[in-house]
């Protein structure tokens, strides 16, 4: 089956979809003056943006990865993720302490979900 991928760049390509199944390249803010919540939302719009444009949605989450750049912003992350993924539709997910490729970020979010039918 073909690949088809979005915003193809020469290092990454945003989106990735293969047999139903999309792969989001990890999701960082572009305004990384924000604190823990601000950084956490925006990351959360743009997988939501992305997600839409490769028909698909949260309620379709496979996989999820967090990485954050210090665990002191664990809580914070998690009060916005609470209020954002969809209920009864919580993914398989993983939160790790990583030290982010740009040291002014400080979370990233990788995602692997489903197309809708």
């Known amino acids: 089956m073909a690949v088809t ?3 193809v760049g020469a290092r990454l390509s945003e989106i990735a979809i293969h047999n139903g199944t999309v792969y989001l390249a990890g999701q960082i803010a572009e305004d ?3 604190d823990i919540t601000g950084q956490t939302r925006e990351v959360l719009g743009h997988i939501d943006r992305l997600l839409e444009e490769a028909n698909s949605d949260k309620s379709h989450l496979l996989s999820v ?3 954050i750049s210090d665990m002191a912003n ?6 916005l993720w609470d209020t954002w993924v969809a209920a009864g539709n919580t993914p398989p997910r993983a939160t790790v302490e ?4 740009n ?3 400080l979370v990233e979010v990788v995602v692997v979900a489903a197309q809708r039918s």
Not at 74 to 79: D, L, V
């Open 74 to 79: 664990f809580p914070a992350m998690n009060a």
């Open 98 to 101: 990583a030290k982010l490729a």
């Open 65 to 67: 990865q967090i990485y």
């Open 103 to 105: 040291p002014a970020c």
């Open 32 to 34: 990384t003056e924000q």
């Open 5 to 7: 991928r979005h915003h």
